[in-house]
C-alpha cells in the first residue's frame, strides 16, 4: 500500500496558471504519464535533495486505502498535491524545473509564503505546494515533525481527514475521499492504524470556525451515503465511524475563545475563500 516508497520510486522512473519558462541549458526531463508513478518519482528526487516533502490530496488517500476500497470508487487524481516545511522551500524551485515543470512565477511571487504552484505542461496537470501548513477556508495545523519521525511520505491520517473536514463547498470528489478515509480505518486515537479522533476534536475545540465547517460537513459526508454503490455492511461501518467522530467534536470541552466566536455565529463569515488568498 506504500504508494510512495522513494526507494521503489527511483526504479520506477522512466493549465489551470500562467506559466513562464525558466532558461535552459537542454530538454526538459520527460514527467511520467501515470500520476502515482509520476508523484513517486518527484518525492524521490525531493528526498534526495532533502526536501521532505509530504503527499496530501487525493494521492495520499489513494495511498493510505486498500486497494479494495479504491476500486469501489474509482477515483482519479487530476493533479498533485504536496506540503514541505518553510525551510525546504528556497531549494524546491530549482528541484521541481530539474525535474520537468515550469514555475508560476506571478503566483508564486504573490503567495509564496504559503503556497508554490508548477506545471507539468506536458501532461497538463499542477504541482500544487502548501509551504509550512494547510491554509485553504481554515488553517489546519500539521503534524509534519511526526509524519517524518513515522516516516511517512502522506500525512497522518487526522491531518488528511482533516484537510477534508475544512472544505466549506465539498466536491463529490471530496466527500468520496472522506468516505474512502472512514471505511477504511476506526476512530481513536492512533493515527497509524486508525484516525485520531481526539486531535481533529482538540483542533475544532479551539477554533468555532473550524468546527463549524467540519460538524456540517460530517452530516453532508454521512447524509451521502445513501446514494453510493458500496457493500451495505462496510456503508454502515463508515455510518459508525462518521457518527463517533462527530459525537467526540461535540464532547470536547471548548476553549474561552471558541464560547466567545460561538456567540456570534453565522452572522460573521467564518472561513476564508480560497481564491481571496
Not at 506504500?2 to 530538454?27: C, F, I, V, W
Not at 504552484?117 to 506536458?122: A, G, H, N, P, S
Amino acid at each position: 500500500m506504500e504508494l510512495l516508497d522513494a526507494r521503489n520510486a527511483t526504479e520506477d522512473m522512466s493549465s489551470k496558471h500562467d506559466y513562464q519558462d525558466s532558461d535552459s541549458d537542454g530538454p526538459r526531463p520527460v514527467t511520467e504519464a501515470d500520476i502515482e508513478l509520476e508523484a513517486r518519482r518527484l518525492l524521490a528526487a525531493a528526498w534526495e535533495v532533502g526536501i521532505h516533502a509530504r503527499l496530501l490530496g487525493g494521492l495520499a488517500i489513494a495511498e493510505r486505502v486498500p486497494a479494495a476500497v479504491r476500486a469501489m470508487f474509482a477515483r482519479r487524481c487530476g493533479d498533485i498535491d504536496l506540503v514541505i516545511t518553510r525551510r525546504a522551500s528556497a531549494s524546491l524551485v530549482a528541484l521541481m524545473q530539474a525535474n520537468g515543470y515550469v514555475e508560476d512565477v506571478e503566483f508564486n511571487a504573490m503567495n509564496g509564503r504559503t503556497r508554490l504552484v508548477f506545471t507539468d505542461r506536458v501532461h497538463a496537470r499542477d504541482v500544487d505546494v502548501f509551504v509550512g501548513g494547510f491554509e485553504m477556508c481554515h488553517v489546519v495545523p500539521l503534524q509534519l515533525d511526526e509524519a517524518e519521525r513515522r516516516g511517512s511520505r502522506a500525512l497522518l491520517l487526522s491531518d488528511l481527514m482533516l484537510t477534508k473536514l475544512q472544505i466549506v463547498r465539498l466536491t463529490d470528489k471530496d466527500v468520496i475521499d472522506a468516505v474512502m478515509l472512514m471505511m477504511s480505518y476506526e476512530v481513536t486515537g492512533d493515527d497509524d492504524d486508525a484516525i485520531d479522533g481526539a486531535r481533529i476534536a482538540t483542533l475544532c475545540a479551539r477554533d468555532w470556525g473550524l468546527w463549524r465547517t467540519a460538524s456540517e460537513n460530517l452530516r453532508r459526508i454521512g447524509a451521502a451515503l445513501v446514494a453510493l454503490d458500496a457493500p451495505a455492511a462496510q456503508l454502515a461501518d463508515t455510518s459508525r465511524r462518521l457518527a463517533a467522530l462527530t459525537e467526540r467534536l461535540e464532547a470536547e470541552p471548548k476553549s474561552a475563545k471558541w464560547r466567545v466566536r460561538a456567540r456570534v455565529g453565522d452572522r460573521i463569515r467564518w472561513y476564508e475563500e480560497p481564491d481571496e488568498k
